[in-house]
């Protein structure tokens, strides 16, 4: 390598500078003269005349309805986050902040998807069962962990949901068909109130 000339060297086409030919730039032309120009400085004065967009105009309106939309989203979802802080603190949370906590998950993290009635069936050892309604629940679905489920206690079923049924089943050792044959009677019961 040491003889080799790189192809990348060419120092020899610059060593004789004196061969080089400057060549003097033509005299410059006034601007207004050039029909480009003319063309281009209509064209900027036509642009410029028109109105920007103001108040009123469909594009200014829906940016304005956009960051309205955002500020109050953001507004709300700190109104969450404080309502969930709270209820960390020893206070615990207002029916206000539970209502608030509750209205912003329906809207943005959990989707509805059934109405669900409850039962429990009671089976006892000897054979029998007595199915008793326990409640009226939501299903619902995570919006974005989809393999999550959860079930919340309603007043009312919603109408355009679809009903389903879920029986939870409990074992129990004795139920009024063997009590009597165990020593028990019902008839000398006492009554609790349990909804009380």
Known sequence: MSGERSPFDRRDEFDDLDDLEIIEPAA??????????????????????????????DAFDELENLLAEVKASAAETKAVKDARARAKSRYGNTPEDLARIKAWELAREWKSV???????????????????????????????????????????????????????????????????????????????????
Do not use: M
Request: net charge negative; charged share 25%.
């Open 28 to 57: 410059a032309k006034p601007l207004e003269d050039d029909p480009d120009f003319a063309e281009l400085q209509a064209d900027l004065e036509a642009a410029t005349a028109a109105p920007l967009a103001v108040a009123g105009d």
């Open 114 to 196: 059934a109405n669900c009635a409850l039962f429990k069936r009671f089976e006892c050892v000897c054979g029998f069962h007595a199915t008793v309604f326990s409640g009226l629940l939501l299903e619902q679905t995570h919006r974005y962990l989809r393999l999550s489920n959860r079930w919340t206690a309603q007043d009312a079923a919603v109408a355009d949901l679809p009903n389903k049924t879920a029986i939870a089943k409990v074992k129990v050792p004795v139920c009024q068909r063997c009590a009597i044959s165990k020593g028990w009677e019902l008839n000398t019961e006492l009554e609790w109130n349990l909804n009380a």
